[in-house]
């Protein structure tokens, strides 16, 4: 695992937890906005989100191995693989998203509610059952193909693979933002998040946005699983269980169903996970053993004391 | 234009609409009648293939629309304005607009649409960038009638465009849709408000609890007893 605890102290220490957490919350933000897209449009939990982003990071795994990757890359090999990788990632995560929608979901959509939920539950377990049969139960190690070159800032040590991966989550937040507010499939979308019923009297054919909705969540997910093996570099088949439910706090902390909340809320997570780590050091056990209670204390405050999030929703609906 | 033959429809076990049969012909104004309850918004949710037909045929210039999905039937020429105005609430009065234009793909011809809603209502040209969720009542329905006309369609339904208006606009409301069939538009209204629809409709239908119980001119809907009776005050 990533070495988690920084040696200096005061603003440096800081600092550099603050580092960690914008690159741990870059990568919840981009799982995040997967769930936030889904149930933005078919108010439907994907629970099989996070299975969807282990998938990327075990099939990254396998390609590896086929390339014969082992250590450190530079120059143009570097930007080759990672350009591959990332394709192949978005490629894989959001063919399995879209597959899971028309397989299992879409057949449920005029089902009670608790019907798609139990069956993204029962896809969550198959997708992790397949991806322990392939790669075993182990952790494997995903090589370490990033160097680890770092800027020092005033004793703050910024690594250029976190900035790399900063840049590519908030490049795809940023197309993501544009396709949303300035194309036409992007307004649809808008406007069958907003009411199904009246999109589909526009002309809007609902089916297609909903496909949109599981390929640009899965896609963004697939992105997240290169950087989590560029970071993390441990692949494991129950790897999405955790990481998906802290990108589920994540989207409802920024008030789910709102992309710019998945955002603010992934990386403010991520923020909170990291600072935490550090700042809970005193606790039995250590920073470390007390984040998770930390982060879905989170969960259980927002949704007991402000359901809506930190960015819910502003304008009422006028009946 | 529009024909509906025994119609029969409903939602899970309720049957709602039994044998509805009705008929909207070219560059008429026909109004739909009933209490509440009676099965109005069902049939025009029936019509725009959000509620699907049990029995019965729907069509439309001649053709079979019943078993099409809502876009389909939208690009065949038909628009709704429904219950509740439904408009987009945190999208721009623009925004909407486009959205009513969605099976558009020509930019110019958007724009038109657009222009030409603006004349109609110049209050939305002036909320042009406000999102609709903050504007009046009154505003919105505007919006929602005219996202309905920026598609051009032939034929116009509109399901209670005058409910919860003021009075002013109930009138602003009843004259757009005198306007609107002057430009050609087949309008079917449905509308709590008899005795408006019928002044300005040429032919109406009574609907209670699901069946037509009634179809004649509007003339004679309004010196009808049962009519006069139960939506006219007497």
């Known amino acids: ?319 | 234009m529009l024909e509906l033959q025994a119609v029969t429809a409903g939602y899970g076990p309720a049957e709602v609409l039994h044998q509805v049969t009705l008929q909207v012909n070219q560059g008429e104004v026909v109004s739909l009648l009933g209490a509440n309850a009676a099965g109005k918004t069902t049939t025009m949710k029936t019509i725009f293939g959000l509620v699907p037909t049990r029995g019965g045929q729907i069509l439309f210039e001649g053709q079979r629309i019943d078993k099409l999905q809502p876009d389909q039937i939208i690009a065949r020429g038909l628009a709704l304005v429904p219950e509740g105005r439904r408009v987009f609430s945190r999208m721009s009065v623009r925004e909407n607009l486009e959205m009513g234009a969605y099976m558009q793909n020509d930019r110019t011809v958007i724009t038109q649409g657009i222009d030409l809603v603006y004349d109609l209502f110049p209050r939305l040209r002036e909320r042009d960038k406000q999102l609709a969720g903050t504007m009046s009542g009154g505003e919105q329905q505007m919006l929602a009638i005219g996202r309905a006309l920026v598609a051009r369609p032939r034929l116009i339904c509109m399901d209670e465009p005058s409910l919860g208006l003021s009075p002013l606009l109930v009138q602003l409301v009843f004259d757009t849709i005198q306007k609107i069939r002057k430009e050609g538009v087949t309008v079917l209204l449905v509308e709590q408000n008899a005795f408006m629809a019928l002044n300005i409709a040429d032919r109406g239908y009574v609907l209670q609890t699901g069946r037509i119980i009634l179809n004649d001119t509007a003339q004679k809907l309004l010196v009808n007893d049962t009519v006069r009776a139960a939506y006219l005050g007497g």
């Open chain 1, 1 to 319: 695992m990533l070495e988690f605890a920084a040696t200096n102290g005061g603003p440096v220490l800081f600092f550099q937890q603050l580092e960690l957490g914008i690159t741990l919350g870059a990568m919840y933000a981009l799982v995040a906005l997967g769930y936030t897209l889904v149930y933005g449009i078919i108010e439907l939990i994907n629970f099989a989100h996070g299975d969807v982003f282990m998938w990327s990071t075990v099939v990254l795994l396998l390609v590896s191995n086929a390339l014969g990757l082992k250590g450190t890359l530079g120059g143009f090999a570097l930007i080759g693989v990672l350009i591959l990788f990332l394709a192949i990632g978005m490629a894989v995560s959001a063919f399995l998203n879209v597959s899971i929608e028309r397989l299992a979901y879409r057949r449920l959509r005029k089902a009670p509610r608790l019907a798609p939920l139990i069956a993204a539950v029962g896809v969550s377990f198959i997708l992790e059952n397949i991806a322990q049969l392939t790669i075993g139960s182990g952790f494997i190690a995903f090589p370490p193909i990033f160097p680890t070159t770092a800027l020092n800032i005033f004793g703050v040590k910024i690594s250029i693979l976190h900035i790399f991966i900063f840049g590519l989550a908030v490049g795809l937040m940023y197309a993501l933002d544009r396709f949303i507010q300035t194309t036409k499939l992007g307004r649809a979308m808008r406007a069958t998040a907003q009411d199904p019923e009246a999109a589909a009297l526009m002309g809007v054919n609902v089916n297609r946005t909903i496909f949109m909705a599981f390929l640009i969540g899965g896609a963004l997910a697939g992105a997240a699983g290169l950087c989590y093996n560029l970071v993390i570099a441990q692949v494991n088949f129950f790897t999405g269980f955790k990481f998906g439910l802290i990108a589920f706090t994540a989207a409802v902390f920024g008030g789910i169903g709102n992309v710019y909340g998945a955002v603010a809320g992934g990386f403010a997570i991520g923020i909170i996970y990291a600072l935490s780590i550090q700042y809970f050091n005193f606790l039995p056990g250590g920073g470390v053993a007390w984040v998770d209670a930390i982060v879905f204390g989170i969960l259980v405050l927002t949704l007991v004391f402000r359901p809506s999030g930190i960015l819910g929703q502003q304008v009422p609906d006028k009946v």
